[in-house]
T-cell receptor, first 112, second 117 residues
Framework: GEDVEQSLFLSVREGDSSVINCTYT??????LYWYKQEPGAGLQLLTY?????DMKQDQRLTVLLNKKDKHLSLRIADTQTGDSAIYFC????????????FGKGTKLSVKP | EPEVTQTPSHQVTQMGQEVILRCVPI?????FYWYRQILGQKVEFLVS????????KSEIFDDQFSVERPDGSNFTLKIRSTKLEDSAMYFC???????????????FGPGTRLLVL
């Protein structure tokens, strides 16, 4: 079945850029998403990219999509301590109604 | 900005009891979903709902689970006889459109943390 994989941990220093990577298996996805989960909180939609795009920029966030390699990345510029959270990559390829397939999440730790 | 809300935020129940988790989706959304996240594991799809019926369900969504839209605003998930392994965070989500539409982005509620003892 479809699968989404992410590395589990990333640690950066405040002010540096963070790059979180994701690979997915379903080639029929229309959208790919990044969600953020802060401790004890729900899933906050951060950004998404349509599958026929290769890049999307939204303020400090840059999403890169390599459809050939089924690789998605999220770059956070000038990472702040408030960016510390778990970041989930999700693929809309599941089922006919676009049920999301999530990765396990990457825990981003930002050190001052 | 409109958001998905869920109640309660936490629920503790005894094994074998019935629980109902409630969600109020965004008001002009037409597609509704439940997902769950067992502690330390992936967020998993349970069920999608459109036009007052289940569109799709995963293998997790067995006969112990049911969903309902009892009125124009609420969307509920019922677990008939809870098991220990049902302990998880349950997320409700809604979207304006489904997969074939251009507005399929799903917005999630804050979740209900269910603990079955």
């Amino acid at each position: 079945g479809e699968d989404v994989e992410q590395s589990l941990f990333l640690s950066v220093r405040e002010g540096d850029s963070s790059v979180i990577n994701c690979t997915y298996t379903d080639s029929s996805s229309t959208y790919l998403y990044w969600y953020k989960q802060e401790p004890g909180a729900g899933l906050q939609l951060l950004t998404y990219i349509f599958s026929n795009m290769d890049m999307k920029q939204d303020q400090r966030l840059t999403v890169l999509l390599n459809k050939k390699d089924k690789h998605l990345s999220l770059r956070i510029a000038d990472t702040q301590t408030g960016d510390s959270a778990i970041y989930f990559c999700a693929d809309s390829g599941g089922g006919s109604q676009g049920n999301l397939i999530f990765g396990k999440g990457t825990k981003l730790s930002v050190k001052p | 900005e409109p958001e998905v809300t869920q109640t309660p935020s936490h629920q503790v129940t005894q094994m074998g009891q019935e629980v109902i988790l409630r969600c109020v989706p965004i008001s002009n959304h037409l597609y509704f979903y439940w997902y769950r996240q067992i502690l330390g594991q992936k967020v998993e799809f349970l069920v999608s709902f459109y036009n007052n019926e289940i569109s799709e369900k995963s293998e997790i969504f067995d006969d112990q689970f049911s969903v309902e839209r009892p009125d124009g605003s609420n969307f509920t998930l019922k677990i008939r006889s809870t098991k220990l392994e049902d302990s998880a965070m349950y997320f409700c989500a809604s979207s304006r459109g489904g997969r074939v539409a251009t507005q399929e982005t799903q917005y999630f509620g804050p979740g209900t943390r269910l603990l079955v003892l």
